[in-house]
């Protein structure tokens, strides 16, 4: 659309648009010029007497058809916002109901790891304690199986060998089951922690027996010298064997019949594990480790 | 009166036949149809001014409508198109509210 002004050029040079502000113009020119400037062409026309162009006053079909097509635009307009707006609210209801649930979710979620940390703090406090309890159950099952003989020990301790009189003819020179039994008792009395006769490991169930000529350890004959090495303090043993009943009946036997009996601290004993044993009959009875 | 039954007869259509906007040119109708409105209202000054004249109307219709669109497209191609649209709006709602204040005065003489 031109804005030419509608005035003659040369009374005033200046266009509009040049003196006047944006709005101001923007204002003053709110009716298109186009109007104003047909008519001034048709009143020109018809003051000059040639042949006036056809009146267009009135709205005419064409103008019509606008018209009708602008009060379209309007409604199409109006129900396309309405049905955006309808589409509007029902992606938003869509989008808080989901908000809604996620929110749900999250607080569910957020429960469950209450939970679940609840829960992996309650096992963790039960691992340690089982950890713990099973170092202790180690540790205890290790001291058993010492104090049992089923494992192998070192430590100091004493050595004592005992043998026949010289020139022994009678049993009563000689050293019997009975002496060799008395001697470890002597010895566990004494303080002795773990023991073993000629290499064979003394336990709960050793039996020190007469078998004909020879004597036996855990069943198995053995010969003199009689070599039994006990581990305990080698400072206190020696005196405390000698107090024991069985330690004095020792020292008689050596007296009165002539047995040779020494005994000598050592530094660093290893005795043997004894044969791992089974017992068949007897079960524990207390149950707890503790 | 010919003006007021095309106006009932675009509204009937437009109401009963429910056209589909497609997705694209959605964008556009309101700016489309601030432009008409501002091109009717023109009209209908230069009709009470006695200078009416119905090609000019078509015209200025028609114009007004493609451009108010093709500033809205453009300026959604460059990214301004919110602002653009502002513009053109402000101008044109000027002019309306003249145009309308300008008929007011022809039809109440004030």
Same mark, same amino acid.
């Given at each position: 659309?031109?804005?030419?002004?509608?005035?003659?050029?040369?009374?005033?040079?200046?266009?509009?648009?040049?003196?006047m502000?944006? $709005?101001?113009?923007?204002?003053?020119?709110?009716?298109?010029?186009?109007?104003?400037?047909?008519?001034?062409?048709?009143?020109?026309?018809?003051e000059?007497?040639?042949?006036?162009?056809?009146?267009?006053?009135?709205?005419?079909?064409?103008?019509?058809?606008?018209?009708?097509?602008?009060?379209?635009?309007?409604?199409?307009?109006?129900?396309?916002?309405? #049905?955006?707006?309808?589409?509007?609210?029902?992606?938003?209801?869509?989008?808080?109901?989901?908000?809604?649930?996620?929110?749900?979710?999250?607080?569910? #979620?957020?429960?469950?790891?209450?939970?679940?940390?609840?829960?992996?703090?309650?096992?963790?406090?039960? $691992?340690?304690?089982?950890t713990?309890?099973?170092?202790? &159950?180690?540790?205890?099952?290790?001291?058993?199986?010492?104090?049992?003989?089923?494992?192998?020990?070192?430590?100091?301790?004493?050595?004592?060998?005992?043998?026949?009189?010289?020139?022994?003819?009678?049993?009563?020179?000689?050293? &019997?089951?009975?002496?060799?039994?008395?001697?470890?008792?002597?010895?566990?009395?004494?303080?002795?922690?773990?023991?073993?006769?000629?290499?064979?490991?003394?336990?709960?169930?050793?039996?020190?027996?007469?078998?004909?000529?020879?004597?036996?350890?855990?069943?198995?004959?053995?010969?003199?010298?009689?070599?039994?090495?006990?581990?305990?303090?080698?400072?206190?043993?020696?005196?405390?064997?000698?107090?024991?009943?069985?330690?004095?009946? /020792?020292?008689? $036997?050596?007296r009165?019949?002539?047995?040779?009996?020494?005994?000598?601290?050592?530094?660093?004993?290893?005795?043997?594990?004894?044969?791992?044993?089974?017992?068949?009959?007897?079960?524990?009875?207390?149950?707890d480790?503790? | 009166?010919i003006?007021?039954?095309?106006?009932?007869?675009?509204?009937?259509?437009?109401? $009963?036949?429910?056209?589909?906007?497609?997705? /694209? &040119?959605?964008?556009?109708?309101?700016?489309?149809?601030?432009?008409?409105?501002?091109?009717?209202?023109?009209?209908?000054?230069?009709?009470?001014?006695?200078?009416?004249?119905?090609?000019?109307?078509?015209?200025?219709?028609?114009?007004?409508?493609?451009?108010?669109?093709?500033?809205?497209?453009?300026?959604?191609?460059?990214?301004?198109?919110g602002?653009?649209?502002?513009?053109?709006?402000?101008?044109?709602?000027?002019?309306?509210?003249?145009?309308?204040?300008?008929? #007011?005065?022809?039809l109440?003489?004030?």
């Open positions: 659309m031109s804005a030419r002004p509608t005035t003659d050029q040369s009374e005033r040079p200046l266009p509009a648009q040049v003196t502000g944006l $709005l101001d113009l923007v204002t003053s020119q709110s009716l298109d010029q186009d109007y104003v400037a047909v008519a001034e062409r048709r009143r020109t026309a018809g000059r007497g040639a042949d006036a162009p056809t009146d267009r006053r009135g709205i005419g079909t064409i103008g019509l058809v606008v018209i009708a097509l602008f009060g379209a635009l309007v409604v199409t307009a109006g129900l396309e916002t309405a #049905r955006s707006a309808d589409d509007r609210a029902t992606g938003r209801e869509e989008l808080i109901s989901q908000i809604a649930d996620r929110r749900t979710l999250v607080e569910e #979620r957020r429960a469950r790891v209450e939970t679940l940390r609840a829960e992996n703090e309650e096992l963790e406090t039960s $691992l340690i304690e089982e713990s309890a099973g170092r202790a &159950l180690t540790t205890r099952v290790a001291r058993l199986r010492m104090a049992t003989g089923l494992v192998r020990v070192r430590g100091s301790g004493v050595k004592v060998v005992v043998d026949d009189a010289e020139g022994a003819d009678t049993d009563v020179e000689r050293v &019997l089951d009975a002496d060799l039994q008395k001697l470890a008792n002597a010895l566990w009395a004494a303080g002795a922690e773990a023991m073993a006769i000629n290499g064979r490991r003394v336990t709960a169930l050793t039996a020190i027996r007469q078998a004909g000529p020879a004597i036996t350890v855990n069943y198995q004959a053995i010969r003199r010298p009689y070599v039994v090495e006990a581990i305990g303090d080698p400072d206190t043993i020696p005196a405390r064997f000698v107090d024991t009943r069985h330690g004095a009946e /020792w020292f008689d $036997l050596q009165a019949v002539g047995l040779r009996f020494t005994m000598t601290p050592e530094d660093d004993l290893t005795l043997p594990a004894a044969a791992d044993f089974r017992l068949r009959y007897a079960t524990s009875v207390q149950v480790a503790r | 009166m003006a007021a039954l095309g106006l009932l007869i675009g509204l009937l259509a437009g109401l $009963l036949l429910q056209p589909e906007v497609p997705l /694209w &040119l959605e964008p556009y109708l309101p700016i489309a149809v601030v432009a008409a409105l501002d091109a009717v209202f023109g009209a209908l000054r230069a009709f009470l001014d006695g200078i009416f004249d119905d090609k000019v109307f078509v015209v200025s219709f028609t114009s007004n409508v493609l451009i108010a669109a093709l500033i809205v497209y453009l300026g959604d191609q460059l990214g301004v198109g602002q653009l649209s502002t513009g053109v709006i402000v101008v044109l709602g000027i002019r309306i509210f003249s145009n309308v204040a300008a008929i #007011r005065r022809h109440f003489h004030a």
